[in-house]
């Protein structure tokens, strides 16, 4: 692919597209989220895997989404707006499998996040981000069970890349892509502090949100 494709989208530059990105609203409870119309992508995965760094990177803004420290503290559905009047929205999900969280919050998140990802129409597509070290955990298997009744396209996106040599990289990719043809996800190499990906990663969404 040339660069040029590589960046384009229409002709226009898919970068500035994610760029524009705002924060809409953090949704603590369904009731909360803005009209079910218009088109969403969401990030989902445990707690610290690194889903609000790949949506800045995504964005190339660094403040956008929250970055934590400390796993399991984004508790609520946070939407960021990427055109006016807030038609295509990105989702940052709250994080799962976090062993500190206490069995409520255990349970409010299931409810919240399984009534998003179930009930939700303009979800268009679903970004599951695992740390490539541990990827394919038990409760990364639920969210992907539970999204095929669905028939939600899933992209794995497997972060923190830049924490493995090449080798181990492919060897990675090339694993999670088998285990995951079951549920006809696709799956690509990342990282938010180096950059890796990142034009795939802008492919996939722009493709999901169907940018005229
Ligand atoms: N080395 C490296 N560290 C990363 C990368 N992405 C995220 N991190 C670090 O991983 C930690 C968690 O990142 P977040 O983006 O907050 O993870 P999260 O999935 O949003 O976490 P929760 O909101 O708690 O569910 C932070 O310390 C980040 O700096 C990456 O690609 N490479
Ligand atoms: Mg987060």
């Not at 494709?5 to 970068?15: F, P, Q, V, W």
Request: aromatic share 6%; proline share 5%; net charge positive.
């Amino acid at each position: 692919m040339t660069g040029k494709t590589a960046t384009c989208l229409g002709g226009r530059d898919l970068r500035a597209l994610f760029n524009a990105a705002r924060f809409l609203v953090g949704a603590t409870a369904p009731t909360q989220l803005p009209p079910d119309v218009g088109y969403e992508v969401a990030f989902a995965g445990r707690s610290n895997a690194g889903k609000s760094s790949a949506l800045n990177r995504l964005c190339d803004r660094r403040g956008l989404a929250r970055i934590s420290k400390q796993p399991g503290r984004t508790q609520q559905i946070n939407l960021f707006a990427l055109d006016a009047p807030a038609t295509r929205r990105l989702v940052d999900l709250p994080g799962y499998g976090f062993a500190k969280v206490p069995h409520q919050q255990r349970r409010r998140w299931e409810q919240l996040v399984g009534h998003y990802l179930m009930d939700r129409s303009s979800l268009r597509g679903l970004v599951l981000v695992m740390d490539i070290r541990h990827p394919l955990r038990e409760r990364d298997w639920m969210l992907l069970d539970w999204v095929q009744g669905r028939a939600l396209p899933v992209h794995c996106l497997l972060t923190k890349a830049d924490k493995l040599k090449r080798g181990a990289r492919q060897r990675a990719v090339q694993e999670v892509r088998e285990a995951v043809a079951s549920h006809a996800a696709t799956t690509q190499v990342f990282s938010a502090t180096e950059g890796t990906g990142v034009q795939v990663l802008r492919e996939q969404v722009a493709g999901w949100l169907d940018w005229p």
